[in-house]
């Protein structure tokens, strides 16, 4: 069975205790410079690709500053309107956005980049007057805002009014994403998270220009998002998880749609995953019909894997999954549907390939590309589609062999980038079944060079998943998450010649007094001298 709330509160007043301890220690360690930070243009993180500050030139924003941006762009005044909610809270200032060029206050345009930042990329120039951001696309635009963010003092991150000065230090930022996917993963499905929650988290993710959202929707456990031709996989099987939370614990479709937009306000393309043929049972248990003997199992709140199947033989089976992609993919602009594929250890694999045989022309019907877990390899989908290495070890001969028909691999390694791991035995959250994962760990490999046989050239980014057996609200996520998840998000980023653990970890250090302005819970680990 799983963990209960009851004892997962204690875990949580053991922790605060922990990290109490573990934060006056700190506080010790730190250098008299580290008491009064400044902000540099060497602490971004992910760090850019390149960076020239130029020292004695600041630039300050004050009460009359405006945010302008490109004429005729509404994408750029998006961005603009975005950055101005950012800023408002902290400051106090209107920060009225407009459309113009004028190269004071804050001003982001889509003209003048370098052509190499791509679609992703910006380049940002610090002057007295102000800062502008160049790109191509209103997603470099994004990413330029979040590093001003950083740029900006700590108390930039609080949601009530702080006093000045809002200094930013001059110099420019030359900077561009080495993979096209940096990913976040939150399983909603062992618990379920609030459309608030999933939207707080979906705010920490963006501040480290991660632009993919992986929402494991449905498990053993619970089906979390409604399905308008099957209503009971929502009703009754998303009406518990672990531990003793019961209700409508699942997202109608309006709701999942206010999501996607919200994502998308971000710079985060959703990605839906509906796991099977294994980790069904809250469907099994919703419809008899879908059992091979007709039988519905009893709901699941336990922690197990790989005991149920869909039934490969039952043609409602490809009705079912049919019916369930054409409504996801109804309500997912972005290109992929995740169909999970991990862990069928109750499917043959005979049985298994005939149903991914089956289920992936259907994703390509409904005009979708395929994401699975990397064993689903084996089935030789088309080379569209995109495996997701989970693995414990650095080598997988069919994850290699799809590699070289020409699959991109996005590159999640247990031991590495699971972000459910415990960091040490003792934390109170977590698992610890691939590894324990330091900060340091989390942030020493690189994507491009970690699967033996798997060139960089194969590799189309880092996803960071977050399981969430133990984890049971916005606190439980954050502590996982950070400072794990910026070090991911580093790797699918920054340039592999800015690898550099201990430049890193000084980096991480100045995002301390971030997280705690803006009330983000985070595992103060040992191996960082954190900035007070
Ligand atoms: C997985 O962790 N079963 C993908």
């Given at each position: 069975m799983?963990?209960?709330?009851?004892?997962?509160?204690?875990?949580?007043a053991?922790?605060a205790?922990?990290?109490?301890?573990t934060?006056?220690?700190?506080v010790g360690a730190?250098?008299?410079?580290?008491?009064?930070?400044?902000?540099?243009l060497?602490?971004?993180v992910?760090?850019?690709?390149k960076?020239?500050p130029?020292?004695?030139v600041t630039?300050?924003l004050?009460?009359?500053?405006?945010?302008?941006?490109?004429?005729g762009?509404?994408?750029?005044?998006?961005?603009?309107?975005?950055a101005?909610?950012?800023?408002?809270?902290?400051?106090?200032y209107?920060?009225?956005?407009s459309?113009?060029?004028t190269?004071?206050?804050?001003?982001?345009l889509?003209?003048?980049?370098?052509?190499k930042?791509?679609?992703?990329?910006?380049?940002l120039?610090?002057?007295p007057?102000?800062?502008?951001?160049?790109?191509?696309?209103?997603?470099g635009?994004?990413?330029?805002v979040?590093?001003l963010?950083?740029?900006?003092?700590?108390?930039?991150?609080a949601?009530?009014?702080?006093?000045?000065p809002?200094?930013v230090?001059?110099?420019?930022v030359?900077?561009?994403?080495?993979?096209?996917?940096?990913?976040?993963?939150l399983d909603?499905?062992?618990?379920f998270?609030?459309v608030?929650?999933?939207?707080?988290?979906i705010?920490?993710i963006?501040?480290?220009?991660?632009?993919?959202?992986?929402?494991?929707?449905?498990?053993?456990?619970?089906?979390r998002?409604?399905?308008?031709?099957?209503?009971?996989?929502?009703?009754?099987?998303?009406?518990v998880?672990?531990g003793?939370?019961e209700?409508?614990?699942?997202?109608?479709?309006?709701?999942?749609?206010?999501?996607?937009?919200?994502a998308?306000?971000?710079?985060?393309?959703?990605?839906?995953?509906i796991?099977m043929p294994g980790?069904?049972?809250?469907?099994?248990?919703?419809?008899?019909e879908?059992n091979?003997?007709?039988?519905?199992p009893?709901?699941?709140?336990g922690t197990e894997?790989?005991?149920?199947?869909?039934?490969?033989?039952?043609?409602?089976?490809?009705k079912f999954?049919?019916?369930v992609?054409?409504?996801?993919?109804?309500?997912?602009?972005?290109?992929?549907?995740?169909?999970?594929?991990?862990?069928a250890?109750?499917?043959?694999?005979?049985?298994?390939?005939t149903?991914?045989?089956?289920?992936?022309?259907l994703?390509?019907?409904?005009?979708?590309?395929?994401?699975?877990?990397?064993e689903?390899?084996?089935?030789?989908p088309?080379t569209?589609?995109?495996?997701?290495?989970?693995?414990?070890?650095?080598?997988?001969?069919d994850?290699?062999?799809?590699a070289?028909?020409?699959?991109?691999?996005?590159?999640?390694?247990?031991v590495?980038?699971?972000?459910?791991?415990?960091?040490?035995?003792?934390?109170?959250?977590?698992?610890?079944w691939?590894?324990?994962i330091?900060?340091?760990d989390?942030?020493?490999w690189?994507?491009?060079?970690?699967?033996?046989?798997?060139p960089?050239?194969?590799?189309r980014?880092?996803?960071?998943?977050?399981?969430?057996?133990?984890?049971?609200?916005s606190?439980d996520?954050?502590?996982?998450?950070?400072?794990?998840?910026?070090?991911?998000?580093?790797?699918g980023?920054s340039?592999?010649?800015?690898?550099n653990?201990?430049?890193?970890?000084?980096?991480?250090?100045?995002?301390?007094?971030?997280?705690?302005?803006?009330?983000?819970?985070?595992?103060?680990?040992?191996q960082?001298?954190?900035?007070?």
């Amino acid at each position: 069975m799983g963990i209960g709330t009851s004892t997962r509160r204690l875990h949580g007043a053991a922790l605060a205790l922990l990290l109490a301890a573990t934060s006056a220690v700190a506080v010790g360690a730190a250098s008299p410079a580290q008491a009064t930070p400044e902000t540099s243009l060497r602490h971004i993180v992910p760090a850019p690709v390149k960076v020239t500050p130029r020292p004695g030139v600041t630039y300050s924003l004050t009460a009359g500053a405006r945010i302008q941006t490109q004429p005729g762009s509404a994408d750029a005044r998006k961005v603009g309107e975005y950055a101005a909610e950012l800023l408002r809270p902290a400051t106090g200032y209107r920060l009225p956005v407009s459309s113009g060029v004028t190269p004071r206050g804050v001003t982001l345009l889509l003209v003048g980049a370098d052509p190499k930042v791509g679609q992703e990329g910006y380049q940002l120039d610090v002057t007295p007057w102000g800062v502008v951001i160049r790109a191509r696309a209103a997603a470099g635009l994004f990413a330029g805002v979040q590093t001003l963010r950083q740029l900006l003092p700590a108390k930039i991150e609080a949601k009530t009014r702080q006093s000045g000065p809002w200094t930013v230090p001059g110099g420019s930022v030359l900077d561009y994403p080495r993979f096209g996917h940096r990913g976040a993963m939150l399983d909603v499905a062992r618990h379920f998270f609030s459309v608030d929650e999933v939207k707080r988290y979906i705010d920490q993710i963006a501040a480290y220009k991660v632009n993919y959202l992986h929402l494991h929707l449905a498990d053993d456990q619970g089906w979390r998002i409604e399905i308008k031709s099957w209503p009971r996989l929502a009703t009754y099987g998303g009406s518990v998880e672990i531990g003793p939370g019961e209700g409508a614990l699942y997202y109608t479709q309006e709701q999942y749609k206010g999501l996607v937009k919200y994502a998308g306000s971000r710079g985060i393309t959703i990605i839906p995953e509906i796991d099977m043929p294994g980790h069904t049972n809250a469907a099994l248990a919703s419809y008899p019909e879908l059992n091979c003997d007709g039988v519905a199992p009893p709901l699941y709140d336990g922690t197990e894997v790989g005991f149920s199947s869909l039934c490969i033989d039952k043609p409602i089976t490809y009705k079912f999954v049919d019916d369930v992609l054409r409504e996801l993919a109804a309500l997912t602009p972005g290109p992929f549907l995740h169909i999970g594929g991990d862990e069928a250890h109750s499917t043959s694999e005979p049985d298994f390939k005939t149903f991914m045989d089956k289920v992936l022309p259907l994703v390509a019907k409904h005009g979708k590309l395929a994401m699975g877990w990397h064993e689903f390899v084996k089935t030789n989908p088309a080379t569209s589609a995109v495996p997701q290495f989970w693995g414990t070890e650095t080598v997988d001969a069919d994850v290699a062999a799809a590699a070289a028909r020409g699959n991109k691999i996005l590159m999640s390694p247990a031991v590495k980038a699971y972000l459910d791991m415990k960091y040490d035995e003792n934390f109170p959250l977590g698992q610890d079944w691939a590894a324990l994962i330091e900060v340091k760990d989390a942030y020493d490999w690189n994507p491009g060079a970690y699967l033996k046989d798997v060139p960089e050239s194969a590799i189309r980014g880092v996803e960071a998943p977050l399981w969430t057996e133990t984890l049971a609200d916005s606190s439980d996520l954050e502590q996982m998450a950070f400072p794990r998840l910026p070090a991911i998000a580093e790797l699918g980023w920054s340039p592999q010649s800015t690898h550099n653990w201990d430049d890193f970890s000084k980096r991480l250090a100045y995002q301390a007094p971030r997280w705690k302005a803006g009330g983000v819970k985070f595992y103060p680990s040992t191996q960082v001298n954190w900035v007070k």
